[in-house]
């Protein structure tokens, strides 16, 4: 039985309680904390069973209402004067050296417990000098346990204390205290200072006022406030919640840290669009608003279950699961709260939470308050990882093969839809595979953690050079990615000569395709067949594709045929080339670092190609289920269910299904619904923010995220995804089908690019796009073409000006307005 623990020792909050082990914590990250000593729970145990008081929790509360003042001074006052009757154990008292003034301080087990901080319950005694006073001051703490005070927070909360520890510190003489809320109560995007002069006695007691500092969570911050800001962000980040902290500074003006606990209310859920307005730029309907919550869910629990993950754990974040993705201002949002909830679930959870924010170009947020080594035994968790990591490298051993066995499935579920004999069966079809995405999702999962793991090795082992550029040089000129396809085949098209009389002849792209001549027309349906599900918005299920619209294909034709310089594939030749020298530059790596990388470089490349034949693929799947839905329309509509055809869109999956079945709760008020919602649609604003922060429950009451952006000279800055540097006109596009204004060499400058983007970005000179990572699909294809892009650049579409002439600097990451 441990009586005293050094404070660096009281890591376990069952044997300190929670005061003292967030502060040991605190300690261990480096923090400035006054040293100290724990009298542990145990001894508060063993003192009250030698006066006779029976269990740690004393049970003065028993019968006891709180609403009984009386009733309750009455026990605390018979509690105390038992434990005051029994002398202190000396040999805790000789633990505690006394060469400096000393506080005894209330360590509670279950202080820190959701929902009740106990704040104020529990006792502080101080100065301590003397021996007889650090007896008393124990006693005191003690007391303090069944104080009529603490008796009644208990009854009323339902909450109890599970023992008490008392942390006897040193005295910090204060020149300046406060305390600081890592979340402004009213503006979670800012932190909450409070300060007074002198000790923060007062300031906790509620008798002063305080001064009060508001501090942005990013920006510029000196002095106090700025160390205040690290050091609360520091705090949160450990311990996975919004902070209350309560600071000193000394006399010698050094910042110390003397409690952090959970700060009380609800934290706000961070959200973010970040990946996902690549591929869904625009408002999403509520059908694909349908299919995105239910796929992230079974995507997610999937991977869990593949993994080895055990189904206990999987049950417990359930409610996170389902909330993995949400939406505001019209657009689809991870809750990155729910995404770290949820891997908090597996072994390395923060890790993975860190992996999975860098992939997606996502900011850091706090981990949750219970991870996955605060379930379960030991033995019971060794296990665990044991399992998870066999079934990891089963899965893993063969990811071509299974994703090669998703690209099947996706085949087959094309050729089935052809007919639309039963377009019902077809829905659930869809439906089914959507349901069962961890083929595609493991190789997902692998870019991820290969991409991650090699730019940190990479930012480890090489700090004097930039870690973005080099990555996206290794991972330029890649061999064999099925996203050059379209490409290299529109190339090839639009040099059929009878297509090119064509073109020559019909200026009007709609004319030219009715006048194509039966070659060129086969030609053409060829190329559509093989590629012409391809096109911006891919994803959205409400963008037409080529193969809808086939003149739009003849209009990117007619930019190829007008370009005379060297075809896509030499200038994939280029880049790789190009890829194969940043891989010499790279032997510079410490010797025992080279195998590591070389394995790591050559998992990265892979996994990548992986991903881009399993993105492939969904394409082709959406816009077959494109199809299955517009003919469900067409027949509801023809029943007078529906307005019009493409009001499906307009109501979810299993709404739809319910209709066509014919077991909808009001199918005469579909009509209604959908007319209600596609108006609602269209007023959802042009633009939204990439991150926001909202209190759980809350809406995004204002999704703009700024007014127009005047252009102006100066550098725009973002992240290198390609290096070079080019100067040319730029091109503001909004949409693929806009590429025919491409000249050869313009810089094309863009809200988002998907995989659809492909066929303009080989036009095109350089790239800027506001948003997107290093991995996402438009930065791979760029790094195909030797394109210089900068990506991440906040309101590039409206602070460049079409036909203005720009310096892109893809290794710096800058783009120069002249």
Partial sequence: MTLVLTLDDALDPQVAGGKAARLARARRLGLTVPDGVVVTAAAFDAHLARAGVAGPLARADHGLRPDEPEGLARAAAAFAARIAAVEVDPALLDAVALDAPRIARSSGLGEDAPGCSFAGQLDSVGPVTTRDELARA??????????????????????????????????????????????????????????????????????????????????????????????????????????????????????????????????????????????????????????????????????????????????????????????????????????????????????????????????????????????????????????????????????????????????????ATRAQTDLLADLRGFVALRSDWVDPGLADVAAMVTSGLLGGLLERALPDRPGAPLVARLLGGLEGLVSAGPVDGLWALSREPALRQALDREPDDRAALAALEPTARRALDAWLEAWGFRCSGELTLTTPSFQDEPWRALALARAYARDDGAPPSARAVAQAADRRRAEAEVTALPGALRPAFGRLLAATQASIGLRERARLKQALLYARLRRVVLALGERLAARGLLERPDDVWFLGWQELEALALGGALDPRGAREVAALRRRRHAAWPARVPEVVELAPGDVLDDPADGGEAAPGPGDLTGTGAAPGRVTAPARVLEHVAEAGRLGRGDVLVVR????????????????VVERGGLLSHGAIVAREYGLPTVIGVRDATRRIGDGRVVTVDGSAGHVRLS
């Fill in 138 to 415: 124990l006693v005191a703490v003690w007391a303090s346990f069944a104080s009529a005070r603490a008796l009644a927070y208990q009854l009323a909360r339902g909450a109890r204390l599970g023992g008490l520890a008392v942390l006897v510190q040193r005295l910090v003489p204060a020149r300046r205290a406060g305390v600081l809320f890592t979340r402004h109560p009213a503006r979670p995007a800012a932190l909450l200072i409070e300060a007074v002069d002198g000790p923060a006695e007062d300031l906790v007691q509620g008798r002063v006022e305080p001064t009060r500092l508001e501090v942005g969570r990013e920006g510029p911050a000196d002095g106090l406030p700025g160390a205040l800001r690290g050091l609360g962000l520091r705090l949160e980040q450990a311990f996975g919640a919004p902070q209350d902290v309560e600071w000193v500074v000394d006399r010698a003006g050094v910042l110390h840290l003397v409690q952090s606990r959970d700060q009380t209310g609800a934290a706000p859920r961070r959200w973010t669009n970040a990946n996902l307005i690549e591929n869904f730029p625009g408002p999403v309907t509520p059908f694909l608003a349908s299919v995105l919550t239910t796929g992230y869910e079974h995507l997610f629990r999937g991977l869990g279950r593949a993994f080895g993950v055990a189904p206990w754990r999987l049950e417990r974040v359930a409610p996170s699961l389902r909330r993995l993705v949400g939406f505001h201002g019209g657009r689809v949002y991870y809750d990155l709260t729910a995404v770290r909830e949820v891997l908090a679930a597996a072994p390395l959870g923060d890790a993975l939470a860190a992996l999975f924010e860098r992939y997606v170009g996502a900011p850091p947020t706090p981990p949750p308050a219970r991870r996955w080594r605060d379930l379960g035994s030991r033995a019971g968790q060794a296990l665990e990882v044991a399992a998870i990591a066999a079934r990891v490298a089963w899965l893993y051993r063969d990811l071509g093969g299974r994703v090669a066995r998703f690209e099947a499935r996706v085949d087959a579920y094309a050729r």
């Fill in 752 to 767: 988002q690019t998907d995989p659809g983007w492909a066929a303009a970005l080989f036009l095109a000179g350089a790239l």
